[in-house]
């Protein structure tokens, strides 16, 4: 899990990005695409079209990384792309990096009482 320092906003780019891409190119689709300052500090997570793989392009005030995932079954639950650019808590991305539907995460069932 990439640790998100508290106020760090996360944001999902709707529609499908070619992961072909690296941190530059990443980055100028952050600036041109969805207008935002990819150097603000905030995390860009991206999907490829096939839904398996995502990219996050995180500025931490020091350089650029890129993290990549991908899964070996399944897709990543990804808003439409007329959403454009979904905001996103750290919790969430928690639970889309582990395979899991972000928009309704089910809690499993706790007992009512001890006895």
């Known amino acids: 899990m990439i640790p998100v320092p508290s106020g760090v906003r996360?944001?999902?780019?709707?529609?499908?990005?070619?992961?072909?891409?690296?941190?530059?190119?990443?980055?100028?689709?952050?600036?041109?695409?969805?207008?935002?300052d990819?150097?603000?500090?905030?995390?860009?997570?991206?999907?490829?079209?096939?839904?398996?793989?995502?990219k996050i392009l995180w500025h931490d005030g020091l350089g650029m990384s890129l993290y990549a995932k991908r899964l070996e079954r399944g897709r990543f639950i990804w808003p439409s792309p007329a959403d454009g650019v979904v905001p996103v808590t750290a919790a969430q991305l928690g639970y889309m990096l582990e395979g899991i539907d972000w928009r309704n995460p089910q809690r499993t069932w706790r007992p009512q009482a001890a006895g």
Do not use: E, K, T
């Not at 996360?10 to 891409?21: E, K, N, Y």
């Open 10 to 36: 996360i944001w999902l780019a709707s529609g499908p990005s070619d992961m072909r891409r690296g941190m530059n190119g990443l980055a100028l689709q952050v600036q041109q695409a969805l207008g935002r």
């Open 38 to 54: 990819p150097h603000g500090g905030d995390l860009y997570v991206f999907r490829g079209r096939r839904g398996d793989l995502i």
